[in-house]
């Protein structure tokens, strides 16, 4: 009988060690890519092209610079060099962007090639912005208008910035079911909370950019919100789809700007 109490002993001991067995899950990352986030704009002077990498998905998002690529970029084959200004940040002030015209971008790095085009679509501007209530008429957000032209293929994209702020939310738009028309749309940014320091209140200043951009760059925005992205850089596996070729994660975009600010009442 003693022997049988202790065998019941030794059970239960073993059973309470099982119990606190830790299981160590091996997650595979996605390979680790360059991200090329290149940018020229109708507004003198700005011809841009950040260069950086991914980070696997549990990492932090501080994404360092990539040092010593050589950036180029053509406006009708006139070629310009970007030097580098500060670690992984490539500009130029020389080429003023024209609507109507295609460029094309070049990045070097080590053994690597990318390369990607884009052309600059005819301006659209913000012709309307005021806020209005949301749903539950608890919070306020953006409300923009534009005339979208007739018989022309528009992409938009809505960038946010209150009190000189840049708000992360992702916003796009195009005219497959609006073409010709006045367009109204609501930003909501996804605010619930008071303390949301996203939330806009009286007093706060508000502006919002309209942006043009083409299809391919529409479908780089388009895609990176349905993946779980936001206004910033790429962790991967966060795979947007890219007009960049070589196998690089980004985009390269020739747009317009057109702006308006408000304070809120």
């Known amino acids: 009988m003693e022997h049988i109490k202790r065998l019941l002993v030794c059970l239960v001991i073993l059973s309470l060690c099982s119990c606190q067995k830790v299981i160590d899950l091996k997650l595979n990352d996605a390979d680790i890519k360059y991200v090329v986030e290149g940018i020229i704009t109708n507004e003198p002077g700005v011809c841009k092209v950040n260069l950086t990498q991914s980070k696997p998905f549990y990492e932090n998002n501080q994404?360092?610079?990539?040092?010593?690529?050589?950036?180029?970029?053509?406006?009708?084959?006139?070629?310009?060099?970007?030097?580098?200004?500060?670690?992984?940040?490539?500009?130029?002030?020389?080429?003023?962007g024209t609507p109507g015209h295609v460029y094309q971008l070049s990045v070097a790095i080590n053994n690597y090639l990318f390369t990607a085009t884009s052309k600059m679509p005819s301006p659209v501007l913000l012709d309307t912005l005021?806020?209005?209530?949301?749903?539950?008429?608890?919070?306020?957000?953006?409300?923009?208008?534009?005339?979208?032209?007739?018989?022309?293929?528009?992409?938009?994209?809505?960038?946010?910035?209150?009190?000189?702020?840049?708000?992360?939310?992702?916003?796009?738009q195009n005219d497959e079911f609006?073409?010709?028309?006045?367009?109204?749309?609501q930003l909501d940014t996804g605010v619930d909370?008071?303390?949301?320091?996203?939330?806009?209140?009286?007093?706060?200043?508000?502006?919002?950019?309209?942006?043009?951009?083409?299809?391919?760059?529409?479908?780089?925005?388009?895609?990176?919100?349905f993946n779980g992205g936001d206004g910033g850089n790429i962790a991967?596996?966060?795979?947007?789809?890219?007009?960049?070729?070589?196998?690089?994660?980004?985009y390269f975009t020739a747009q317009t700007v057109d702006r308006k600010s408000v304070i809120v009442p």
Not at 138 to 150: H, I, R
Not at 210 to 223: F, L, N, R
């Open 193 to 225: 909370k008071k303390d949301d320091p996203r939330n806009i209140q009286s007093g706060d200043t508000l502006t919002i950019e309209m942006i043009g951009i083409d299809e391919a760059v529409y479908k780089y925005w388009y895609s990176l919100h």
């Open 130 to 172: 005021y806020v209005s209530n949301g749903p539950f008429g608890e919070f306020k957000f953006a409300t923009v208008g534009y005339n979208d032209p007739a018989g022309v293929s528009n992409s938009y994209r809505f960038v946010q910035y209150l009190n000189g702020v840049k708000d992360p939310a992702i916003f796009w």
């Open 63 to 96: 994404f360092p610079g990539i040092r010593g690529a050589i950036v180029t970029v053509k406006d009708n084959d006139v070629e310009f060099s970007l030097p580098e200004t500060q670690p992984g940040v490539y500009e130029t002030n020389l080429i003023n």
């Open 178 to 185: 609006t073409d010709g028309q006045k367009v109204l749309i």
């Open 236 to 250: 991967t596996p966060a795979n947007p789809v890219t007009n960049v070729k070589g196998g690089a994660l980004g």
